[in-house]
């Protein structure tokens, strides 16, 4: 797992989407807009590319179709490998950020 | 009273475009497709002209990043396969300029019938190196060429010829196919192939501008090849292969006379500049195919 870290600010953030529980590709493509007020806006062929390889590589699985009055959608969660990596890629930017706070001689905001 | 918001025109091109890229993405099942459709639907719903039309190119970049990444999932596999691709191409720039000045000189008849016979064995060796056979591929392509240049020997275009010709069969040699084939057409694109040689070769041939293969092989295309390198990075070895043979074949042995002085009939800061050209080229793809490369192993 260690070999995938750093990840990329779009992954990092669609795993960050994911973690509060399984969504779509609209609702992912929303969330990280949200989260990142506005900064980052996925692409479709960035998320399903995204989507794609995270699922290959066991980090992200389908879970089902549901459907609320529009089409039928597909649902992604994280897995437990998932979980994982976002746990230690956030840890290590939680480092680098703590890092450059103790040199800056100043308190985190 | 407010305005009502201008109403946003239908763009059928793009819808069609979205649907037929969606349903041609490589190695994804239909309702993966489908969803992937409708996502992309619902984003360009309230979105003008050319905001559309970069959401349908970010799928359009999918279906190749895709389409890389299920056929050379390692480095070294994009590097061979890429070399192929660069083998087949260059090949087929051969065939191109040889068919052109097959039909378009005042040739003897023996000049003639050579350069036929080696426009068609390069073309449809070409052609059966990218159906994944390029050992059979190098060998049609490497009989029909040397007649050829048994009738060129001593001319101005025998070097160009010869080189571009053992660039192009060594990258075949070097190389390796895809393990995956389009599920679509593979036969009628290998036949629209040697057509599109043949026609193209006709045109150049009747408007006398047979050098315009050579400059759309070593600049047009393989600057297109390094852009798509960034999505798959096979291109950008393919690139590789096309400028590598330029910078060959550019002028030989013209930086060692431009350098010895010895040059009476070209400028030698010309040769210089042209040969660093190439050489920063050749450089360019290589960086890019290997940053590619990395990245693609990146999540």
Same mark, same amino acid.
């Given at each position: ?25 609209? +609702?992912?493509?929303?969330? #990280?807009? =949200?989260? %990142? *007020? $506005?900064?980052?806006?996925? &692409?479709?062929?960035? !998320?399903?590319? @995204? ?6 590589? +066991?980090?992200?699985?389908? #879970?089902? =179709?549901? %459907? *609320? $009055?529009?089409?039928?959608? &597909?649902?992604?969660? !994280?897995?437990? @490998? ?28 | ?299």
């Amino acid at each position: 797992m260690a070999d995938h870290v750093p990840l990329r600010e779009p992954t990092y953030l669609i795993l960050t989407a994911l973690a509060s529980g399984p969504a779509h590709g609209y +609702g992912i493509i929303k969330s #990280v807009d =949200e989260m %990142s *007020e $506005g900064r980052v806006r996925l &692409r479709a062929g960035t !998320l399903y590319g @995204a989507i794609d390889r995270l699922e290959q590589d +066991g980090y992200v699985a389908f #879970v089902g =179709e549901s %459907s *609320e $009055g529009g089409p039928p959608r &597909r649902y992604y969660r !994280l897995t437990s @490998a998932g979980t994982s990596l976002l746990r230690d890629e956030a840890a290590r930017l939680a480092a680098n950020a703590d890092l450059a706070w103790s040199r800056l001689g100043v308190a985190r905001p | 009273m407010t305005n009502a918001p201008t109403p946003i025109a239908p763009c059928p091109v793009n819808d069609r475009m979205l649907t037929w890229l969606c349903r041609h993405l490589d190695g994804i099942d239909p309702a993966q497709q489908h969803e992937i459709e409708v996502t992309t639907r619902e984003l360009i719903a309230d979105r003008r002209g050319v905001a559309k039309a970069i959401e349908v190119a970010s799928i359009a970049a999918l279906s190749i990043r895709l389409r890389g990444r299920r056929a050379a999932g390692q480095p070294a596999a994009a590097w061979l396969q890429g070399a192929l691709l660069g083998g087949v191409i260059l090949l087929g720039v051969v065939a191109v300029e040889t068919w052109a000045e097959a039909l378009g000189s005042g040739a003897e008849a023996s000049t003639r019938l050579a350069a036929v016979l080696a426009a068609l064995c390069v073309s449809c060796g070409a052609a059966v190196a990218r159906r994944g056979m390029p050992l059979r591929g190098a060998a049609l392509a490497s009989a029909g060429i040397v007649p050829h240049l048994v009738e060129l020997h001593g001319g101005d275009r025998f070097f160009a010829a010869f080189s571009a010709a053992a660039v192009g069969v060594l990258a075949l040699l070097l190389g390796s196919p895809s393990p995956r084939r389009s599920r679509h057409g593979s036969v009628a694109f290998d036949t629209a192939l040697v057509i599109g040689i043949f026609g193209a070769a006709a045109v150049l041939g009747s408007l006398h501008a047979v050098g315009v293969a050579s400059v759309v092989a070593t600049g047009v295309l393989p600057a297109l090849l390094v852009g798509l390198a960034v999505l798959d990075p096979r291109f950008g070895a393919a690139a590789v292969v096309l400028w590598g043979w330029r910078f060959i074949a550019s002028e030989p042995g013209g930086l060692g006379r431009a350098l010895a002085g010895l040059t009476d009939d070209q400028d030698p800061l010309v040769l210089m500049t042209r040969w660093l050209v190439m050489a920063i080229g050749v450089f360019i793809a290589i960086a890019v195919t290997h940053r590619a490369v990395r990245r693609s192993l990146l999540l």
